[in-house]
């Protein structure tokens, strides 16, 4: 069973908390906004513990480091049966900056050429109801777990 690991980053802004979420790159989701957004997160290997990997990941899709104290979200199983084990962080970074790792792949379909795209083309922090719209329907008990705990 394919596993990932991820960090949902918080913060507050006027004393009203602002979560953060990541678009993924690519052809295919590039006019989907509702219900696209993520945690930024990704697989890892059995041998590997799932809080480094969330670590590493947001790394490889942000091309930032995060540090701190990490508290335990709930796992969640997405619709294609992918585990997904999250924490949370209260941190700041902004956005604009994020840099992504690429993956290719073959585009247009069926043409035998491929194209470099990046695995997360934007990101940015939302208030709760924009958070909930944006997510994806999968990790929306991971987002509304978090915004219980900061109440």
Same mark, same amino acid.
């Given at each position: 069973?394919?596993?990932?690991?991820?960090?949902?980053?918080?913060?507050?802004?006027?004393?009203? @908390?602002?979560?953060?979420?990541?678009?993924?790159?690519? !052809?295919?989701?590039?006019?989907?906004?509702?219900?696209?957004? &993520?945690? !930024?997160?990704?697989?890892?290997?059995?041998?590997?513990?799932?809080?480094?990997?969330?670590?590493?990941?947001?790394?490889?899709?942000?091309?930032?480091?995060? /540090?701190?104290?990490?508290?335990?979200? &709930?796992? @969640?199983?997405?619709?294609?049966?992918?585990?997904?084990?999250?924490?949370?962080?209260?941190?700041?970074?902004? !956005?604009?900056?994020?840099?992504?790792?690429?993956?290719?792949?073959?585009?247009?379909?069926? /043409?035998?050429?491929?194209?470099?795209? !990046?695995?997360?083309?934007?990101?940015?922090?939302?208030?709760?109801?924009?958070?909930?719209?944006?997510?994806? &329907? &999968?990790?929306?008990?991971?987002?509304?777990?978090?915004?219980?705990?900061?109440?």
């Amino acid at each position: 069973m394919k596993q990932s690991a991820g960090v949902l980053l918080y913060r507050f802004t006027n004393n009203e @908390v602002e979560f953060f979420l990541v678009h993924p790159g690519g !052809p295919f989701w590039a006019k989907k906004d509702s219900g696209a957004w &993520s945690i !930024p997160k990704g697989e890892f290997s059995e041998n590997e513990d799932p809080l480094e990997a969330a670590k590493r990941e947001f790394w490889e899709e942000t091309g930032m480091t995060i /540090s701190g104290n990490f508290s335990r979200l &709930s796992t @969640v199983k997405q619709k294609g049966g992918k585990i997904v084990h999250a924490w949370a962080l209260e941190s700041d970074l902004d !956005p604009a900056v994020i840099k992504s790792n690429m993956f290719e792949m073959e585009w247009p379909p069926k /043409s035998r050429q491929t194209q470099q795209f !990046p695995e997360i083309d934007k990101a940015g922090w939302f208030k709760i109801n924009a958070a909930k719209e944006k997510i994806l &329907s &999968s990790q929306l008990p991971i987002l509304e777990e978090l915004n219980k705990l900061l109440k």
